[in-house]
């Protein structure tokens, strides 16, 4: 995805540069401006007392970003559309994956320099739970934003268990009224198949506790069988994104687990109902991150800073004066550049609300959020979660101390350079410094609001993993098929 660039304050910087140092032109100035517009641009900003921030002297301006075409892409797609790339001196091609695995394995290659990646792929591999790299994340991209789709037909099997007021279902449905649907299906002999999109993915760890919260069992991985189908009541198996409506149609899922807009999709096509969103599931949960190599973040200290820079504006963007800009970013993620979906089913999520049930739409304000309550900023305790549900479920198979937890977390999660790139953003007006949380230690306070009220303290995983009813315990491994 190419455009012409236009003259930024990063431009106007570099050229500053460029005049001192004998007019020999720095590389990102390969531009189809010519010399005399920018130095007229420039001359013209000097006359009139514009001020400018200083620049990065970044060390590679030219990147390759990848993502999935969802709509919490949408922090690069602005800070693309908005200019807030080249502010900081970076010239940036956007190009979408084919699936979360190929977008790691080229992340890793260096074939890209970063891409938007779901929280628990740099955790998964940097402990090198299905590939071994170490992959940080100096970002997270956004809360919530996913939620669980049924076919019509399991809709219809499920409603007679479904609690319902003045003729609407009570809202958040629990997977107990999933539950008889599925103990026919198995009293029938036939197996209940549903999609998540990658076996590290929000998606998944979402599902499972969904599903493990009313009940049913999702299954376990082990070392030996990476299917996490294991005394399994619900067959879990990925499926890209984009042809989650399309898989669920053809019979061969029964359901799914997927960001937007592939839960709306479902509703307009009139294949499907999304009974419950990841609000209801944790409330204002982490979603994505924006994931580089360890190698990347030490070898280009100040691109990452810029990065991060450009990134955090664009999710203020997004977020600013109560969501105004939601219909535009609507507009610009309907391309077929980035998730080529129509922008009424991305709007049916985007701005504010969630349609369930074909008529049922809801508000629901929170559904996406890239800015406030400080979601950008990469918590220890958000990664220690998804830490919890890997060895819940056991892909890390043996019992770890706290300590490796949260030393985990920290060799992958960077808020130090978040809040470096946040200072300078302040200093540059930006944003306002009530925007982050400069005093935390990277831990949220303890949590309760899940959709089975169990209390979560990133502190305490181990406590955690007790706590919850369904799932593997203290010393537990998988065993030969067995928990042992």
């Not at 996490?228 to 984009?242: C, D, K, N």
């Not at 810029?306 to 203020?316: D, E, G, M």
Request: glycine share 8%; with cysteine.
């Amino acid at each position: 995805m190419q455009r012409t660039k236009r003259v930024s304050a990063a431009t106007i910087s570099s050229f500053k540069a460029f005049l001192a140092n004998g007019l020999q032109a720095p590389k990102h100035l390969h531009t189809s401006l010519s010399a005399a517009a920018i130095v007229g641009t420039l001359a013209t900003s000097l006359l009139s007392g514009t001020a400018y921030a200083e620049i990065l002297d970044v060390e590679k301006d030219e990147l390759k970003l990848g993502f999935i075409k969802l709509t919490d892409m949408a922090p690069l797609a602005i800070a693309y559309e908005k200019g807030f790339f080249e502010d900081e001196g970076l010239f940036v091609t956007l190009e979408p994956q084919a699936n979360w695995k190929v977008l790691l394995d080229r992340v890793i290659t260096g074939e890209l320099d970063g891409a938007h990646m779901l929280a628990g792929q740099p955790l998964a591999a940097t402990i090198g739970y299905g590939t071994k790299a170490h992959i940080v994340t100096p970002f997270s991209m956004d809360l919530n934003g996913n939620g669980i789709t049924v076919s019509n037909k399991i809709w219809e099997m499920m409603k007679p268990h479904v609690p319902m007021a003045d003729g609407k279902p009570v809202h958040p449905i629990k997977a107990d009224s999933l539950k008889p649907v599925v103990d026919a299906f198995r009293d029938e002999g036939k197996p209940f198949n549903m999609g998540m999109v990658f076996p590290v993915s929000t998606h998944n760890y979402e599902l499972r506790y969904w599903l493990a919260s009313g009940g049913i069992h999702p299954g376990f991985y082990s070392k030996q069988d990476v299917s996490g189908q294991i005394q399994a009541e619900v067959l879990l198996s990925v499926t890209p994104p984009p042809q989650m409506p399309a898989t669920m149609d053809a019979g061969t899922i029964y359901g799914y687990c997927v960001g937007e807009p592939w839960n709306q999709q479902a509703v307009f096509k009139g294949i499907g109902v999304p009974v419950i969103t990841d609000y209801e599931i944790w409330k204002n949960n982490p979603e994505k991150v924006f994931g580089l190599t360890k190698k990347f973040t030490q070898d280009n200290p100040n691109t990452t800073l810029a990065l991060t820079k450009a990134l955090i504006r664009a999710a203020k963007w997004l977020d600013e004066n109560e969501n105004a800009n939601r219909p535009e970013a609507v507009e610009i993620l309907s391309r077929a550049e980035y998730v080529g979906a129509d922008a009424e089913v991305i709007a049916a999520s985007m701005t504010g609300t969630f349609e369930y049930e074909k008529g049922d739409k809801r508000a629901v304000p929170d559904f996406n959020v890239f800015y406030r309550y400080f979601a950008t900023y990469p918590y220890y305790s958000d990664a220690i979660w998804y830490l919890t549900q890997m060895r819940r479920w056991g892909q890390i198979a043996e019992q770890k101390s706290d300590d490796w937890y949260a030393q985990t977390a920290s060799s992958v999660y960077l808020p130090d350079i978040y809040l470096k790139a946040a200072r300078m953003l302040v200093d540059e007006g930006h944003v306002a410094e009530k925007d982050f949380p400069w005093q935390t230690d990277g831990y949220r306070e303890p949590t309760s609001a899940f959709i089975d009220a169990i209390s979560y303290d990133g502190r305490k995983p181990n406590a955690y993993l007790e706590a919850l009813s369904i799932g593997l315990k203290k010393g537990q491994i998988i065993e030969d098929g067995k928990v042992k």
